[in-house]
């Protein structure tokens, strides 16, 4: 039983030991912020590595716990982001008054999506929900002397508990027609009754708030804007991502008996969401907006993918997010570099980009590349798998919009393609050099962008483990 | 032969530009890069004759690895004649392009490397068997245009490279739609497997206007031409010759080896459209190309009348049409390509490529102005050079359908040759010829790389003029098996 239990949560388990260690160095004599965030990296390093090291598949807890090969890959993609992220934020939290606690917050979030996704319960993935929103909301604040920053994080706390409450109507509802909430015994209760579909209204409004879905997105572009750069690519990549991972579960499991009903509303919210994402971020000029709503039109591409309920349908996605994680954090790891620097964060600063940061600005382009699904980097291919899981019911209207909605998407990401190369600027941002440690985040994130397509083991390790519609 | 050769040499070429220093080796690691391309290329070709009579299979050199095994796509690349004409073809333009930008001081490496990545493109569509990797490939070749019109172009190159760069961003959303009915309604994505299975008639017809369309945007066809006149005009001399000599050909050959090919019920029961299509592009190209007074919108224009006779050959459906059709590809890109590097070479010199301010070029720089000559008389279908052959073959092929409209719109494009007699003469005898601007009496001829970059091209045209069964017979084999696809699909119905 012990060694069960230490196996099965042993990521979990190392997310907590990583927290209280950090409480510790806390309360004990001051550091420096830099030997701190040396430490902090290191361990979550090592946290990486050892999340690949022998797990196992089992069932904890009566079932409120599981844990499975699928798992483990979505929470190594996680620690992975973080990672990613605590790199990138080094020379932000080196000048800031309190870094141990942001990472106490950010680490005690991700504890919170592990138990999400491992969640055997619609209880327990609730309150895996919840602690990873909180937390969340108090580091938006972090920039202290921001206002603007404080409002993101009000505007994220008010949002989630909104779609909170939805969702756990949603799941009361579903637990009076059904007299359970564990996902193994769920579908062979769930008829689609009326309640029933209300319920499941409820929570896909609840999740639909959580990866922005159109029309539950209004909050992205404020929150994005104001949050410190850490906690916006936290926001777009770590939190969406876990919240799509146990989305996709959760439909392909608890609410397959009717899978009819909701495959025509994944057809609609998909169309919308890529549109609306779209039109929108033609018209950013503040470089974490105009991320804020192509990351909602990545989640209507998304949506695609995931109403193929296929094996490849759900594989897709997760290879999807692997590569968004890369690409996405790419592009906020040099908005980053550059805000961190120079305190530029709107488009039209990036004119003539190029001519003082050639290195700087290949990566941007690789990464916004990346997210429009250009070859040869990976995104084309995570893109147009979703695609082609989508189209496998035999949708070629939906897929025919979606892939000439990718030609709207081209326009924007080029636009500032065309800023970095072509544009020419009085006052161009001045060279910049960068720091190690996000120095070697974006390179991580290139070596991904570059590798992951191209590898197909990858693709074919998640494959083996997804499951579509049993 | 190893036909990945082709893809990976370019690609190490790109990688080493990267890590070259200074200007010199720059030139050097492109100049030998695209030496070897040719090389390949024409060690390709010799394999290839030899084997030719031994091998029946349809494809040679055939080579497949498992890729992404879930979903079925594989690399699986191999050569018939045709692919063989358009390699040939894209490696005698990616040497002269090379040539021709020996002079490119500003951010030569990115440009350099984007020309490889260019070609790297066009080589990897040009083999592949696998509709998957097919697609790969010819994304990959968009987006280096972009770059290269956008930063090195002259005029207004940011709007022509966002709308070159939409346009076929576009289409490829047409064709990967077209792909992905395919895919699914045959559960494979290698290109010889689907042309045995018969696809459903009204999936076929769904699907090939997909096809069809989207890669007849990369080749000009109306009314998706716009994006030409304005890509290549602002485009630099050697993103000019590779977009019409190399990007517009990906678009026929997906045409031909895709669209027609996989889908032949469709091919006879939308042909009547394609006709008319290309009909209109080549009258209508033609007499807007009269109205041109800039060099490069005078070649932009007269590409999509070309590009026309690639789409009517195909449209026509017989043997010999489809015959010229190749032909008036490969004739097409060598032409466009010398025509645009002549015109970068008057335009490098005089600094203009309005035809009213030029003249009386023969006096000062003779060799440039011979190129000029040779290539309008290729275009306008000179016997001798290889325009004369492409286009007569496609009028043959074309008068070979015996359906009435057909011939009307053969007769129709025929007589378009007049209005592109009328242009090409026009325009070069103003430039080259008549009084001359005392501004230009100082001028230099060609260099020794523009002489070479030139020379290759003409040498290509030459033989292809002169003997023109050369090529017949490398083609040959291939459009029979197309035919015989096509055929199938008449006695099925």
């Known amino acids: 039983m012990w060694t069960d239990f230490l196996l099965l949560m042993k990521q979990e388990m190392a997310l907590v030991v990583i927290i209280f260690f950090l409480l510790i160095l806390k309360l004990g004599k001051d550091r420096s912020n830099e030997s701190y965030l040396k430490i902090v990296n290191g361990l979550l390093l090592l946290n990486l590595i050892f999340g690949f090291i022998s797990n196992r598949d089992g069932v904890l807890f009566n079932e409120m716990f599981r844990n499975n090969g699928l798992m483990v890959l979505e929470k190594n993609i996680l620690n992975l982001g973080m990672l990613i992220i605590s790199l990138q934020s080094w020379s932000w939290l080196k000048g800031h008054k309190h870094t141990p606690e942001f990472y106490m917050l950010l680490l005690s979030t991700m504890l919170g999506m592990f138990f999400m996704i491992s969640g055997g319960n619609l209880l327990m993935f609730y309150l895996g929900l919840e602690l990873s929103t909180i937390p969340l909301a108090a580091a938006a604040n972090f920039d202290l002397t921001k206002r603007r920053s404080s409002e993101a994080a009000m505007k994220l706390i008010f949002s989630s508990a909104f779609a909170s409450a939805l969702l756990l109507f949603g799941i009361s509802m579903i637990y009076g027609t059904t007299g359970t909430l564990t996902f193994s015994q769920l579908p062979q209760h769930i008829t689609g009754d009326p309640l029933q579909l209300f319920a499941f209204i409820l929570m896909l409004a609840g999740f639909g708030f959580k990866i922005s879905v159109v029309p539950f997105h209004l909050w992205t572009a404020d929150v994005y804007e104001g949050a410190p750069v850490a906690v916006t690519s936290f926001l777009s990549v770590i939190s969406k991502g876990a919240v799509l991972f146990v989305f996709v579960s959760v439909l392909y499991t608890v609410f397959r008996p009717i899978a009819g009903v909701w495959y025509l509303m994944f057809f609609i919210l998909s169309l919308l969401t890529i549109f609306v994402g779209n039109l929108f971020a033609i018209r950013q000029n503040n470089f974490k907006r105009f991320l804020a709503f192509s990351s909602i039109a990545q989640i209507g591409f998304i949506l695609i993918g995931i109403g193929g309920s296929s094996p490849e349908g759900m594989s897709a996605v997760v290879y999807f997010v692997l590569i968004y994680v890369f690409s996405n954090l790419a592009a906020f790891g040099v908005v980053s570099v550059v805000s961190a620097a120079t305190g530029k964060e709107s488009i039209s600063d990036y004119k003539g980009f190029y001519k003082t940061n050639p290195v700087l600005s290949w990566m941007l382009t690789i990464a916004l590349f990346s997210l429009a699904g250009v070859p040869p980097t990976a995104g084309f291919f995570g893109k147009y798998f979703l695609l082609f899981a989508g189209a496998a019911k035999g949708n070629y209207w939906l897929i025919s919009i979606a892939a000439l909605n990718l030609v709207i998407s081209f326009y924007y990401y080029l636009r500032i393609v065309k800023a970095i190369f072509m544009a020419s600027n009085a006052e161009p941002i001045e060279k910049i050099t960068i720091p190690l440690f996000p120095r070697l985040a974006l390179y991580a994130c290139m070596v991904g962008v570059i590798v992951v397509g191209f590898v197909s083991w990858i693709y074919e390790y998640i494959h083996s483990l997804s499951y579509g519609l049993q | ?493």
């Open chain 2, 1 to 493: 032969m190893n036909l990945s050769l082709l893809i990976i040499v370019p690609l190490l070429t790109a990688v080493s530009l990267l890590f070259s220093k200074g200007l010199k080796q720059v030139r050097t690691f492109s100049l030998a890069g695209s030496v070897v391309q040719l090389a390949l290329s024409i060690f390709l070709l010799t394999e290839y004759w030899q084997q030719r009579s031994t091998v029946t299979s349809p494809m040679l050199f055939e080579d497949s690895y498992t890729w992404f095994k879930p979903l079925g796509i594989n690399y699986h690349v191999g050569v018939d004649g045709i692919s063989i004409a358009m390699i040939l073809l894209t490696a005698f333009v990616v040497m002269a392009g090379v040539l021709i930008s020996w002079a490119q001081e500003t951010w030569s490496k990115e440009f350099f490397f984007l020309l490889m990545l260019l070609s790297v493109g066009a080589y990897g569509f040009f083999i592949s068997l696998d509709l998957f990797t097919l697609f790969f490939f010819l994304e990959v070749a968009v987006i280096p245009k972009f770059l290269l019109i956008g930063i090195w172009g002259s005029g207004k190159k940011e709007y022509s490279a966002m709308k070159l760069a939409l346009m076929l961003m576009g289409g490829s959303a047409l064709v990967f739609v077209g792909l992905a009915g395919i895919y699914y309604n045959t559960q494979t994505f290698d290109m010889l497997q689907i042309a045995k299975t018969s696809i459903p008639l009204e999936v076929q017809q769904f699907f090939f206007p997909f096809a069809f369309v989207g890669f007849g945007v990369f080749t000009a066809l109306f009314p998706f031409h716009t994006w030409v006149p304005d890509g290549h005009s602002s485009a630099p001399t050697a993103a000019s010759m590779f977009l019409a000599g190399i990007s517009m050909k990906l678009g026929g050959y997906g045409c031909l080896r895709v669209a027609t090919f996989l889908m032949p019920d469709a091919a006879h029961s939308y042909s009547w459209i394609i006709i008319l299509l290309a009909t209109i592009a080549i009258i209508y190209g033609a007499f807007a190309t009269m109205m041109q007074t800039d060099l490069k919108y005078i070649n932009a224009y007269s590409s999509v009348s070309h590009c026309g006779f690639v789409l009517l050959g195909i449209g026509m459906l017989t043997k010999t049409s489809i015959n010229g059709a190749v032909l008036q590809m490969v004739s097409h890109g060598l032409m466009t390509a010398l025509f645009f590097a002549a015109i970068g070479m008057i335009y490098s010199r005089t600094h203009t490529r309005v035809v009213a301010q030029l003249g009386g070029l023969l006096k000062v720089t003779p060799f440039i102005s011979t190129v000029f000559v040779i290539a309008g008389l290729c275009s306008l279908g000179l016997p001798g050079f290889s325009g004369f052959v492409a286009e007569m073959t496609v009028f043959m092929g074309s008068w070979q359908n015996p359906d009435g409209w057909y011939r009307f719109a053969t007769i129709l494009a025929c007589a378009s040759i007049v209005v592109t007699a009328v242009y090409i003469l026009r325009a070069t005898g103003k430039t080259i010829m008549g009084p001359m601007s005392n501004a230009y009496e100082t001028l230099t001829d060609a260099t020794w790389n523009e002489k070479l970059a030139a020379g290759l091209l003409i040498l290509g045209i030459v033989i292809i003029g002169v003997a023109p069964f050369l090529l017949n017979q490398l083609i040959a084999p291939g459009t029979d098996v197309i035919m015989q696809q096509l055929g199938k699909a008449i006695t099925l119905k």
